[in-house]
């Protein structure tokens, strides 16, 4: 059984956004759809690195974050992988290359939390 952590008010999280933020020592995003809420760690499953920081910006749009570092996307609700290292810093890159730059590492998706929206907080189990 994990532990229940306060991510910060349902007010701070933006309809239709991806919103990074740390909680209890976690970095996580935060994507809201409405009443839905989803959350996810802030780690590509590829190298590591920030979805919301690096040199592709930003990148969002319905459910699906892209890392700004590898191009991969994924759902964050599900976690779902989309497609796999398919650019570099938010340029695409000739198909032929994507193993390269992969550095081995498989498909994989991101790691979602079980997420509660409780009294207008939203909280995650970690």
């Given at each position: 059984m994990?532990?229940?952590?306060r991510?910060?008010?349902?007010?701070?999280?933006?309809d239709?956004?991806?919103?990074?933020?740390?909680a209890d020592?976690?970095?996580?995003?935060?994507?809201?759809?409405?009443?839905?809420?989803?959350?996810?760690?802030?780690?590509?499953?590829h190298?590591?690195f920030?979805?919301?920081?690096?040199?592709?910006?930003l990148?969002?749009?319905?459910?699906?974050?892209?890392?700004?570092?590898?191009?991969?996307?994924?759902?964050?609700?599900?976690?779902?992988n989309?497609?796999?290292v398919?650019?570099f810093a938010?340029?695409?890159?000739?198909t032929w290359?994507?193993?390269?730059?992969?550095?081995?590492?498989?498909p994989r998706?991101?790691?979602?939390l079980?997420?509660?929206v409780?009294e207008?907080?939203?909280?995650v189990?970690?």
């Open positions: 994990g532990t229940e952590v991510v910060g008010p349902l007010a701070d999280f933006p239709g956004r991806l919103t990074g933020v740390e020592g976690h970095r996580l995003i935060v994507a809201r759809d409405g009443d839905e809420v989803c959350v996810a760690r802030n780690q590509c499953p190298l590591g920030s979805l919301t920081r690096g040199p592709g910006g990148k969002y749009e319905d459910g699906v974050v892209q890392c700004p570092w590898h191009n991969s996307r994924f759902n964050v609700c599900t976690g779902e989309l497609d796999w398919t650019g938010g340029r695409r890159v000739p290359s994507r193993s390269v730059i992969a550095l081995g590492r498989r998706g991101l790691d979602t079980s997420t509660t409780r207008g907080d939203v909280y189990t970690v």
